[in-house]
């Protein structure tokens, strides 16, 4: 039988190839448009645990040195094309937190 390709991600932090389920996703929901193509909203950015949420998507490794070196070189900034507000990184340093002693469990 065929074995499945295990899909593979490139985490923003390290800049390792890593398998999608070993990552966190970081995602930027679609900006809101009017009639006449004028955004209204810009979408916001968040954690996906499920890494199904629509929006553009970046990953990073469980861990706060990927995160800090992500953090450092403005790598979501780059990828996302927008200014992170400091509120997301700490929800990302909580999340990551929270999975590692999850995953240590």
Same mark, same amino acid.
């Not at 039988?1 to 899909?7: G, L, N, T, V, Y």
């Given at each position: +039988?065929?074995?499945?390709?295990?899909?593979l991600r490139k985490c923003v932090g390290c800049n390792? +190839?890593?398998?999608?389920?070993?990552?966190?996703?970081?995602?930027?929901?679609?900006?809101?448009?009017?009639?006449?193509?004028?955004?209204?909203?810009?979408?916001?950015?968040?954690?996906?645990?499920?890494?199904?949420?629509?929006?553009?998507?970046?990953?990073?490794?469980?861990?706060?040195?990927?995160?800090?070196?992500?953090?450092?070189?403005?790598?979501?900034?780059k990828t996302f094309s927008c200014k992170i507000p400091?509120?997301?990184y700490e929800r990302l340093e909580q999340e990551i937190?929270?999975?590692?002693?999850?995953?240590?469990?």
């Open positions: +039988m065929k074995q499945k390709k295990i899909p390792e +190839m890593k398998e999608k389920k070993a990552l966190v996703r970081v995602v930027k929901a679609p900006d809101t448009t009017n009639e006449q193509g004028e955004v209204i909203q810009r979408g916001s950015i968040s954690v996906d645990l499920t890494g199904k949420k629509a929006g553009r998507g970046a990953y990073v490794c469980p861990s706060a040195a990927c995160l800090t070196a992500a953090r450092k070189a403005r790598r979501f900034e400091d509120e997301v937190e929270q999975l590692t002693t999850v995953l240590e469990s």
